[in-house]
C-alpha cells in the first residue's frame, strides 16, 4: 500500500481544505487524489480540527459513494502502519488469525469473554479495540478499570502474546492514526452515526491490525449507530465489501440493540460481568452471543472440532482470559472500581418489567461519566448501571429496577432524565425479540 504523497497544504498545494469541504457540502463526489490529500494532511496536522469537524458534518449530511468509502478506507490504512502476523508459528503451524469488531452498542462487553473463548479453541486474536464512542462504551475504556491493565502495546510484544497466549488487545496506535484522530473527533462533534465513517473506521482498524479473517458483529436498534435493519444491512455489506477488497475473510452477524446486553452497564461494572460469562454464568445473552460470534469467528478461521461452549464450562476460557489480562500488566484478581456514590431507581408500581431502550441506558451510564464530552477527557471506571428487571420480568412497587454509580453525584440528576421514559412496568410483557436477526456473507 503506497502512501498518500501530497504534502502541500493551501498556497502552492492542489488542494486546500475549504475547497474540498464546499464540494462535500454541496453533494459533490470528492475525487481519489482529494481523498488522499484530505487523510495525509489532517494526519500530519495540516488541516485543523475545526476543518475536518466541517468535512466531517459535511459527509454525515451528504453521504459518499461506494468507491468514495472505498477510498477514503484504502487512504486511512496507508496513514499508518500495516501489520503482517504470518509469519508467526505456534506448534511449527501458521497462526489462525481470526478477530471480531461491533460497530458499537450498549452494554456490550462481547470482546472480553470472546477473545479468551477463540484463544481457548485455537484462535490467535490481534484486536485492535476502541474507546467509548458517544453514548457506546469502549472495550479498551473498560478493560482498563482492571488495575495494572495496559493496551498500549508494541508491535514485538503483540507478537509474542500471539505466539504464546494466542491473543493481544490493543490500542490501535500507529495503525490507521487518521481513524484514531477522526474518532476522537467524532466523538464530541455529533458526527459518529454515518455509514460511510463508520465502515471507515472499522474496517481501518481491522486491515491494518493484521487479522486474517474478521466477524463483523452489525447492531440494529435503537442504541445502534444506525438505527434500522436496512441501514445495518447496507453496513454490513459494505464493510464485508471492503474488508474482501483487502484480503480478509469477512462476515456479519446483524444483532439487536434495541435493548443493552446483559445487565451491566459501563466500564468497570462490564468487566466483572464478563468474569461472571467466563465463569460459567452470566446473563444468557450475552452468552448466547459470545458463543455465536465465536462459532462465526472458528469457522472463518478454519478451525474444526472446537465448541466454544466447553471452554466456558471446562475453564479454559477462562485461564485464557487470566493469561492474557496478565500477559497486559493487569492482576485478574484485583477488585475493580465502583464508583463513590450510588443512586437507585425503583418501581413506580407493581407489574411486568417492560421494554428497556439501549439508547436511555447508555445515555444515562455516559452522563454518569463512563464517555467522554471533550477529546481526551478521563472516563470514570467506577461509573456504571446495573439492571435487576429484565423486560418481561415480574415487578413489586418500590423495588430497585436500576442501580447507579458514580464519583460525581451531581450527575445522577440528569442520568436519571435520561433514563425516564426508558423502561415502563405495565401490565404484560413486551414482545421477545430474537438476539441475532441474520447472517451476512
Ligand atoms: N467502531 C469503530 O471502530 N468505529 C466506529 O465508527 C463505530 C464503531
Keep these: ?49 475545526e476543518q475536518m469537524s466541517a468535512l466531517l458534518m459535511a459527509i454525515f449530511l451528504r453521504g459518499m459513494t461506494g468507491p468514495e468509502i472505498a477510498r477514503w478506507t ?10 503482517d502476523f504470518t509469519d508467526l508459528r505456534r506448534d511449527g503451524r501458521p497462526l489462525a488469525l481470526v478477530d471480531k469488531h461491533s460497530t458499537g452498542g450498549v452494554g456490550d462487553k462481547i470482546t472480553i469473554p470472546l477473545v479468551p473463548v477463540v484463544m481457548a479453541c485455537g484462535g490467535a ?13 469502549g472495550t479498551l475504556d473498560k478493560l482498563e ?18 505466539e504464546e497466549i494466542g491473543g493481544a488487545i490493543f490500542a490501535a496506535g500507529e495503525l490507521a492514526p487518521a481513524d484514531r484522530k477522526m474518532y476522537a473527533l467524532r466523538d464530541v462533534t455529533a458526527t459518529v452515526d454515518s455509514l ?34 436496512a441501514e445495518a444491512r447496507e453496513l454490513a455489506r459494505t464493510m464485508i465489501d471492503l474488508g474482501t477488497a483487502h484480503g480478509l475473510v469477512t462476515r456479519a452477524l446483524l444483532t439487536d440493540m434495541h435493548r443493552p446486553l446483559g445487565a451491566a452497564v459501563g466500564n468497570a461494572v462490564e468487566v466483572a460481568e464478563s468474569v461472571e460469562v467466563l465463569a460459567g454464568g452470566g446473563p444468557s445473552d450475552v452468552v448466547e452471543l459470545t458463543l455465536a460470534l465465536a ?28 493469561a492474557l489480562i496478565n500477559a497486559q500488566g493487569g492482576d485478574p484478581d484485583a477488585s475493580l472500581p465502583r464508583g463513590a456514590h450510588t443512586e437507585t431507581v425503583t418501581a413506580p408500581r407493581s407489574g411486568t418489567m417492560g421494554d ?11 452522563r454518569l461519566g463512563a464517555g467522554r464530552s471533550a477529546p481526551g477527557e478521563q472516563v470514570q471506571h467506577g461509573a456504571g448501571l446495573r439492571i435487576h428487571r429484565r423486560p418481561g420480568d415480574p415487578v413489586a412497587a418500590g423495588e430497585p429496577l436500576f442501580t447507579l454509580y458514580t464519583d460525581t453525584p451531581e450527575r445522577f440528576e440528569a442520568a436519571i432524565a435520561e433514563l425516564d421514559g426508558g423502561f415502563s412496568v405495565g401490565d404484560t410483557a413486551p414482545d421477545r425479540r430474537p438476539l441475532i436477526i441474520d447472517r451476512v456473507v
Design 1 to 49: 500500500m503506497t502512501r498518500a504523497t501530497f504534502h502541500a497544504s493551501g498556497a502552492g498545494s492542489a488542494f486546500d481544505a475549504p475547497t474540498v469541504i464546499r464540494i462535500k457540502r454541496d453533494g459533490g463526489v470528492l475525487s481519489d487524489e482529494a481523498i488522499d490529500w484530505v487523510i495525509d494532511a489532517y494526519t500530519h496536522g495540516r488541516i485543523a480540527d
Design 74 to 83: 484504502s487512504a486511512m490504512v496507508a496513514s499508518g502502519e500495516r501489520f
Design 125 to 137: 486474536v490481534p484486536q485492535a479495540a476502541g474507546r467509548g464512542l458517544g453514548h457506546t462504551g
Design 145 to 162: 478499570s482492571i488495575p495494572g491493565f495496559s493496551a498500549e502495546l508494541t508491535q514485538a510484544q503483540i507478537r509474542r502474546q500471539l
Design 196 to 229: 460511510p465513517l463508520i465502515a471507515s473506521s472499522v474496517m481501518s482498524k481491522k486491515i491494518a491490525e493484521g487479522t486474517r479473517a474478521l466477524v463483523l458483529d452489525t447492531k440494529v436498534g435503537s442504541g445502534a449507530f444506525l438505527k434500522t435493519e
Design 295 to 322: 462459532a462465526e469467528m472458528l469457522d472463518a478461521a478454519g478451525i474444526d472440532g472446537e465448541d466454544p461452549a466447553d471452554t466456558l464450562r471446562d475453564g479454559s476460557a477462562m485461564d485464557a482470559y487470566r
Design 356 to 366: 428497556l431502550d439501549a439508547m436511555a441506558v447508555g445515555m444515562a451510564v455516559w
